[in-house]
C-alpha cells in the first residue's frame, strides 16, 4: 500500500522531461552539513543546496575554483587569501529574501561558527561539528577575516598540504550570515537543518522523512540554471524496490545498487550503468576501548578468522578488490608491501589463547539494515563474519541499527564491532587518516577504531606539515603499518561505485568519491 502511495507521489514529476526523481538509499540525518558524517546527508545537502570555496574534480584530479575564483598562498604556507565570484545569490524562498549576495562575510560565519567557541552559533550544533573537530581546524586556523567584501584571507597556526583540499570537502560548506542572523534575531537557529540556504544549484522546498526530499532548481545560479526544473529524492532503503521503481520510470536514477542489480541493469536496453572504481575502503571497525578488543592480539585474531574471499564472493560478486588497509590501492602513498591477515584460524586460536582467552568470549556485530554500495548486502555479510567468529570461539552478537541511530551511537563509541566504510572526499591520503586514526578524531566520533596512539598521531601530523609528497608518501607508510599491526579494522573492500539510470538521462557521473552532481543532467530521448 506504502509503495503504490509512493508510485502515486512521484508519478506526475517523472512524467516531465524537466523533472528528475532519484531513488536513494536513506533519509538525510538533517541540512546544516556542517554537524553530520553520512554521505548520504552530503549527497541531500552540501551537494545539491550548497557551494564551497573550491571543489576538486575527479576526472582530473585537481581543484577547481567554485566560490573563489582565485587565490594565492603565501610562501610560508601560512597565508591563504581568496577572491570571490562576483554576484553570487543565495536562495530565494518563502521564509528568506536575501538583500545582497555572497560576501566575505559569509565566509567568515561559515568557518567562525565552527572555530570559535565563544561565537553565538557554536552551540546551536546539537552533534557539534565532527569534521571540523576531525581536521584540527579550532588548533589549526588562527584566524579567518574579511579584508574586504570579496576578499578573505585565512591564517593558519603551521602549513598544512592537506587544508586547500579539506575546503572542497562538504563541511567546509558557505552559509548565508544574513539568513542565520535573521534565524538568530528570531530564535529559531534550529530552523538552518530544517530550511536551508545555500548558493547551490538547487532550492529545498519540502522534506517528508523517509519518502522524499523535493527541490526546484535555482534560476540565479551562478555556474549556470541547473537543466532540470525539478529534482526529487525519493528514498528507498530497498535496492531491489530501487531498481523496480527505475525499471517503471517512477525513478531515472538509482544510487546505490546491489551488483546483482547492476548485472540485470546491463541486460535491459531502457537502462544503463555509469560506474567507476570508489576512491572507498568498507571495513569492520574494532572498538578498542572496549576489553577485550583492547588487547591487539585480539584484533589480530580476528582478523585472522574472517576469510575475506569469501565474503567478497558474496556480497559484492565480483564488483570490489580486496582491502588490505584503509587506502584505495591507486592512492600515492598505498603501502603496498604490506600483505595484510590472511585466513587462518588455527592462528587466530592461537592469539586468544596469549591473550588468556583460548575459551572465547562474547561481542557484538553492528550493521544497518539497508544495503549501500560499502555495504550491499548487510545482512549477509554479518552472518559470515559471525560464523567465522564462532570458528575460533567468539560468540557474536548480531544487531541491526538504523542508519541515522548506528551513527550517532558509534560516534559515542558504543559499539564493539562495527561494519562501516569510508569516502575520500579529495584524493588526498591525510582524507582516510585524520578522520579514522587521529586523536582528535576519536573526541569528534569519526575515528570508530576508539583508538589514539602519539606515535601514530605524530606521523599523521608530520605528514600534513610537509609539502614534499615524497615524505609524506614515507610518513604515510609508517602509519599503514601501525594500523596493520595494531589490527584496528577488519579492511574488506574497495568497491566499484555505480549508478543505474533511464537510458534518456544524460550528463550523470558517478564520483570515485560517492558524492552527486545532479546540475548538468538533462532528459534527452
Same mark, same amino acid.
Given at each position: 500500500?506504502r509503495?503504490?502511495a ?6 506526475p514529476?517523472?512524467?516531465q ?32 543546496? @550548497? ?9 582530473r ?6 566560490l ?12 591563504y ?12 524562498t518563502d521564509?528568506?529574501t ?15 561558527r ?20 576531525? @581536521? ?10 574579511a ?9 593558519l ?5 592537506t587544508?586547500?583540499?579539506?575546503l572542497? @570537502?562538504?563541511?567546509?560548506? /558557505?552559509?548565508?550570515?544574513?539568513y542565520?542572523?535573521?534565524? @538568530?534575531?528570531a ?5 538552518l537543518n ?7 544549484p538547487?532550492?529545498?522546498?519540502r ?5 522524499m ?6 534560476a ?8 532540470v526544473?525539478?529534482? /526529487? ?19 531515472q536514477? !538509482?544510487l546505490?545498487?546491489k551488483?546483482?542489480d547492476?548485472?540485470?541493469a ?37 582478523n585472522?578468522?574472517?576469510?575475506? %574471499?569469501?565474503?567478497?564472493k ?9 582491502a ?13 608491501e ?7 584460524p ?7 589463547a ?5 575459551e ?10 539497508s ?8 545482512s549477509?555479510? %554479518?552472518?559470515?563474519?559471525q ?5 575460533v570461539g ?10 541515522g541511530?548506528?551513527?550517532?551511537r558509534?560516534k559515542?563509541?558504543?559499539?564493539d ?13 591525510d582524507?582516510f587518516?585524520t578522520?579514522q586514526?587521529?586523536c !582528535?578524531?576519536?573526541a569528534?566520533?569519526?575515528?570508530? %577504531?576508539?583508538?589514539?596512539?602519539q606515535r ?16 609524506r ?9 601501525i ?40 532528459m534527452?530521448?
Amino acid at each position: 500500500m506504502r509503495l503504490a502511495a509512493l508510485a502515486l507521489l512521484f508519478a506526475p514529476f517523472c512524467a516531465q522531461a524537466a523533472s528528475l526523481a532519484v531513488c536513494t538509499e536513506a533519509s538525510p540525518d538533517g541540512f546544516d552539513v556542517v554537524q553530520y558524517n553520512a554521505l548520504t546527508t552530503t549527497n541531500a545537502s552540501a551537494d545539491v543546496l @550548497m557551494n564551497r570555496l573550491v571543489e576538486f574534480d575527479a576526472e582530473r584530479g585537481e581543484l577547481l575554483p567554485s566560490l573563489a575564483r582565485r587565490w594565492e598562498v603565501s610562501a610560508d604556507g601560512l597565508t591563504y587569501r581568496f577572491t570571490l565570484r562576483d554576484n553570487v545569490q543565495f536562495h530565494r524562498t518563502d521564509y528568506f529574501t536575501p538583500s545582497r549576495p555572497l560576501q566575505a562575510e559569509d565566509v567568515v560565519f561559515s568557518f567562525r561558527r565552527m572555530l570559535d567557541a565563544d561565537h553565538p552559533w557554536h552551540g546551536t550544533a546539537a552533534s557539534g561539528y565532527p569534521h571540523a573537530q576531525s @581536521m584540527q581546524w579550532p588548533e589549526l586556523i588562527r584566524s579567518v577575516e574579511a579584508s574586504d567584501p570579496q576578499t578573505v584571507t585565512v591564517t593558519l597556526t603551521k602549513p598544512d598540504a592537506t587544508f586547500l583540499a579539506t575546503l572542497s @570537502m562538504g563541511f567546509a560548506s /558557505i552559509y548565508s550570515a544574513e539568513y542565520a542572523g535573521q534565524l @538568530m534575531s528570531a530564535g529559531t537557529p534550529e530552523k538552518l537543518n530544517s530550511e536551508p540556504i545555500g548558493t547551490g544549484p538547487f532550492v529545498l522546498r519540502r522534506f517528508q522523512r523517509d519518502a522524499m526530499v523535493r527541490y526546484t532548481a535555482n534560476a540565479e545560479y551562478f555556474a549556470g540554471a541547473p537543466k532540470v526544473d525539478a529534482l /526529487i529524492y525519493a528514498i528507498t532503503p530497498d535496492a531491489n524496490v530501487r531498481l523496480q521503481k527505475l525499471r517503471r520510470g517512477e525513478c531515472q536514477v !538509482a544510487l546505490s545498487p546491489k551488483p546483482q542489480d547492476v548485472q540485470a541493469a546491463q541486460q535491459d536496453s531502457n537502462l544503463k550503468v555509469e560506474q567507476t572504481p570508489a576512491f572507498m575502503t568498507a571495513f569492520v571497525a574494532l572498538n578498542s576501548d572496549h576489553p577485550p578488543l583492547d588487547q591487539p592480539k585480539v584484533r589480530q585474531a580476528i582478523n585472522l578468522a574472517f576469510d575475506k %574471499a569469501s565474503y567478497l564472493k558474496a556480497v559484492f560478486e565480483g564488483s570490489a578488490t580486496e582491502a588490505n588497509g584503509p587506502y584505495p590501492p591507486n592512492t600515492w602513498s598505498y603501502a603496498q608491501e604490506l600483505p595484510g591477515y590472511p585466513h587462518d584460524p588455527e592462528k587466530a586460536r592461537a592469539l586468544l589463547a596469549e591473550a588468556g582467552l583460548a575459551e572465547g568470549f562474547k561481542t557484538r556485530i553492528w550493521t544497518r539494515p539497508s544495503g549501500s554500495v560499502l555495504n550491499p548486502n548487510p545482512s549477509l555479510g %554479518a552472518q559470515l563474519l559471525q560464523a567465522d567468529l564462532a570458528k575460533v570461539g567468539i560468540q557474536a552478537e548480531i544487531q541491526v541499527v538504523e542508519w541515522g541511530e548506528l551513527i550517532r551511537r558509534a560516534k559515542a563509541g558504543e559499539h564493539d564491532l562495527l561494519f562501516m566504510g569510508w569516502a575520500g572526499d579529495n584524493g588526498d591520503p591525510d582524507n582516510f587518516l585524520t578522520p579514522q586514526f587521529a586523536c !582528535a578524531s576519536k573526541a569528534s566520533g569519526l575515528n570508530f %577504531a576508539r583508538f589514539c596512539d602519539q606515535r601514530l598521531d605524530d606521523l599523521i601530523r608530520d605528514g600534513k606539515a610537509t609539502g614534499d609528497q615524497a615524505r609524506r608518501s614515507e610518513l604515510y607508510h609508517q602509519a599503514q603499518r601501525i594500523i596493520q599491526e595494531q589490527a584496528l579494522w577488519v579492511p574488506l573492500a574497495h568497491p566499484t561505485a555505480s549508478a543505474l539510470l533511464r537510458a534518456e538521462v544524460q550528463g550523470y557521473r558517478v564520483s570515485p568519491f560517492g558524492r552527486v552532481d545532479f546540475s548538468q543532467v538533462s532528459m534527452g530521448r
